[in-house]
């Protein structure tokens, strides 16, 4: 459908529009009193923040958007698996969902906000990588909390298991100043030191690349930023893991689509089920996990 066609139908006059944002790729642009700005391209959430707000997610000035390539920022979903496909050189890593046109569904005012659905379902060239049909729904809450929603159909005839994550990059004033709380006391794998198993003491600090796989937190996990003075919360619903990255300098200057410089405003906090608590979708079910992102100052 066009951008007319899709307004046609979809449109909230003074509420939400489609507009051509990045690479000329269609988005939902929700505007007042939160904003927030969704690609159909991945369903992919690039912006949000409330009424008063300063932008809450993080968006490299070096990503692309286009067809078939993934957004460097906001909120890119991984499913089927995450990280790189075991043995299957040329898998996209994290996934083909974040790379796939997603169909825009409905757009509806509710109490909390604007709500944005967006669909995929399996096809033959989806089943060519992954042999499983599904239907992914991700239903979008901008307000002055930012709700998401992914729910996963299996619409086959027999149980399949399947890795999912909420990828989110937030905005931080200085990543060396921020710390992560709510994780204290759990078990991670330490990707930077060779996967070792480790237990969190305390907050997380930033002093080099970090990136962890916390495994079973369903708690919420609260960025503490000192610099912009304000306290991200991201609790869930449905999600066994957490992933807490910064690339650091080295990291950062080897991904084409990171600036050099851009690691010390961003973080991830990731909403997740992978690796042990990857889920498992019984025929004909279906099964929720949702983040749920407020921001106060503090
Ligand atoms: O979630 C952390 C991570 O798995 C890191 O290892 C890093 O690869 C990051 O995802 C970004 O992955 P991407 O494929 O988007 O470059």
């Given at each position: 459908m066009t951008i007319a066609e899709l307004n046609q139908k979809h449109a909230i006059p003074g509420a939400a529009e489609i507009v051509a944002a990045g690479g000329n790729l269609p988005a939902v642009r929700i505007s007042g009193p939160a904003h927030a700005l969704i690609y159909l391209h991945g369903a992919h959430v690039a912006q949000w923040h409330p009424?008063?707000?300063?932008?809450v997610l993080w968006m490299s000035g070096q990503s692309l958007f286009a067809d078939g390539k993934p957004i460097r920022g906001g909120v890119p979903i991984c499913y089927p698996w995450f990280g790189p496909l075991g043995g299957v050189a040329g898998a996209a890593t994290h996934g083909f969902v974040r790379n796939s046109a997603w169909e825009l569904e409905a757009i509806r005012k509710v109490s909390a906000g604007v709500e944005v659905v967006l669909k995929l379902a399996s096809d033959g060239a989806s089943r060519g990588v992954w042999p499983h049909d599904f239907v992914l729904r991700h239903r979008i809450t901008a307000g002055n909390e930012l709700s998401m929603a992914l729910e996963l159909a299996n619409t086959g005839h027999a149980p399949f298991k399947a890795e999912e994550a909420l990828h989110t990059y937030f905005t931080v004033g200085d990543i060396r100043q921020t710390r992560v709380q709510g994780l204290a006391g759990t078990h991670y794998i330490d990707k930077v030191d060779g996967k070792k198993e480790k237990t969190q003491a305390g907050d997380i600090d930033f002093t080099g690349e970090t990136d962890r796989v916390y495994f079973d937190t369903p708690a919420p996990a609260v960025i503490e930023d000192p610099v912009l003075r304000r306290r991200i919360t991201i609790s869930k619903e449905g999600s066994r893991d957490t992933v807490v990255w910064n690339p650091w300098i080295a990291k950062a200057k080897a991904m084409?689509?990171?600036?050099?410089?851009?690691?010390?405003g961003m973080v991830c906090v990731e909403t997740c089920n992978v690796a042990g608590n990857a889920v498992e979708v019984a025929a004909g079910s279906t099964v929720r996990m949702t983040a749920r992102i407020a921001v106060q100052n503090i």
């Open positions: 009424a008063g707000a300063k932008e084409a689509d990171f600036g050099d410089d851009e690691w010390t």
